[in-house]
C-alpha cells in the first residue's frame, strides 16, 4: 500500500479511485474492510458520501502485514530485536535456548535458579509450593522454547538467516580461559555415557529426574564428572545462526515499517522493544494460565482431583503465577 502520492486536504471520490491512488486491488467484502482498516493506520481521514477526505498522513508509508493473523504481538517485537543484534556484524553466532530466550526477556536472569537452585529453598524463598513452581516452569519453558521456534522459522522463511541446531562445549585451558566449541561425535557419545552413569548412580531414568526434584543433584553430579573427565566445563545446545548484513538491513526495516515503529523518534529502539516485549509477552503467558485452570474446572470430577487439576483450581493460582512471571521473567523481588 503506497501512500506517496497522497496528500492533506486531497478528495478522492470514491474506493476504486483510492485503490489506484494507492496501487492496490480493488477488492470486495472482508478483503475491502481490511484493506481500509490498514488504511486507517496511516492515515487520518473522514467519509462524504463515497468521497474520502484527508485531514492527515501519520506515516510515509505502510506495508500490509505478512501472515500476521496467528502471529503474537511479542513475536514480531522479538525479531526486530533479534535482527537489530545480529546486523552489527555478519560473524556466525551461536545462541543457545537460555541465551536466545534471556536476549529476547522471554526470561528473566532470576530464571537460571529454576534449575541451578535448590527446589525446596526455591519454594521457601517465593512462598510457592514445589507443585506451583513446577507448573510454572515447565508451562513458560515449553511457551518460549516454542516462540523461539517460531522467531526463527519465520526469519528463515524470510531469507534473512539460515538456522542449524548444534551441540556446543565449554572447554577450559591451563590459564583458566573458556573456550566455546561444537562437540565432535566421539565427545557427544562419550557425554551421553556420563549422564546415564550419573543417573543410575541417584537411582533414576534420565526421564525420571524432574518428576521425583532429583534434577539439581543431577546437574550437581554430571558437571563434576564433566570436568574430571572430558574437562567440559559445561555443554548445551545451540542455534547456529549465518546471516548476511544487507538481507538482515533489508527484513528489519520492512519489519520496522509493518509495525508502523519510527525509530528516529526514539531515544533508544532496545529499551522500546525490551518495554512492548514484556508488556505483550505477560498478557500472552496469563491469557495461557488462565486458559490452564479453565480447562482444570472442566476436566475436574468428584473425588480427589490430580495434583495438575488441585494446583489449577487453586484460589490463588492466578497470583501466584503472576507474581513468578514478576520474579523470574521480569526480575522483580519478591515483596
Known amino acids: 500500500m503506497n501512500i506517496q502520492n497522497l496528500k492533506v486536504g486531497m478528495r478522492i471520490p470514491n474506493y476504486k479511485t483510492l485503490c489506484n491512488i494507492l496501487d492496490i486491488e480493488v477488492r470486495s467484502g472482508n478483503s475491502r474492510i481490511s484493506d481500509l482498516k490498514l488504511f486507517g493506520e496511516a492515515v487520518e481521514y473522514n467519509k462524504e458520501g463515497n468521497a474520502f477526505i484527508i485531514n492527515a498522513i501519520k506515516v510515509n508509508n505502510i506495508v500490509k502485514k505478512r501472515n500476521s493473523r496467528n502471529t503474537p504481538k511479542h513475536v514480531a517485537y522479538m525479531k526486530l530485536l533479534l535482527l537489530d543484534l545480529l546486523k552489527e556484524d555478519e560473524s556466525t553466532k551461536y545462541y543457545s535456548t537460555t541465551t536466545l530466550a534471556t536476549t529476547l526477556h522471554l526470561i528473566g536472569a532470576n530464571y537460571q535458579q529454576l534449575f541451578n537452585c535448590n527446589r525446596n529453598i526455591l519454594s521457601d524463598n517465593t512462598g510457592v509450593s514445589l507443585e506451583a513452581l513446577d507448573e510454572f516452569h515447565c508451562s513458560i ?152 485452570r479453565n480447562k482444570a474446572f472442566k476436566e475436574f470430577t468428584f473425588g480427589e482431583p490430580k495434583d495438575d487439576i488441585k494446583i489449577r483450581i487453586n484460589d490463588d493460582y492466578i497470583e501466584e503465577m503472576q507474581m513468578l512471571c514478576n520474579i523470574f521473567i521480569r526480575d522483580k523481588i519478591a515483596s
Open 141 to 292: 519453558s515449553g511457551a518460549y522454547k516454542s516462540t523461539i521456534k517460531t522467531i526463527l522459522k519465520q526469519l528463515e522463511d524470510s531469507g534473512a538467516i539460515i538456522v542449524d541446531k548444534v551441540t556446543m562445549i565449554t572447554v577450559e585451558d591451563s590459564k583458566g580461559k573458556k573456550n566455546h566449541m561444537p562437540a565432535t561425535n566421539i565427545e557427544k557419545k562419550q557425554m551421553l555415557k556420563i549422564k546415564k552413569e550419573c543417573a543410575n548412580e541417584l537411582g533414576f531414568k534420565l526421564s525420571e529426574l524432574y518428576q521425583h526434584h532429583s534434577d539439581y543433584q543431577y546437574r550437581k553430579l554430571l558437571k563434576s564428572r564433566l570436568k574430571e573427565q572430558m574437562n567440559i566445563v559445561y555443554y548445551y545446545k545451540a542455534y547456529e545462526i549465518e546471516s548476511l548484513k544487507e538481507s538482515l538491513i533489508e527484513e528489519y526495516d520492512l519489519l520496522l515499517q509493518e509495525e508502523m515503529i519510527d525509530k528516529t523518534v526514539l531515544n533508544s529502539i532496545r529499551m522500546f522493544l525490551k518495554n512492548k516485549i514484556l508488556e505483550e509477552w505477560n498478557k500472552s503467558n496469563m491469557k495461557r494460565f488462565q486458559g490452564r
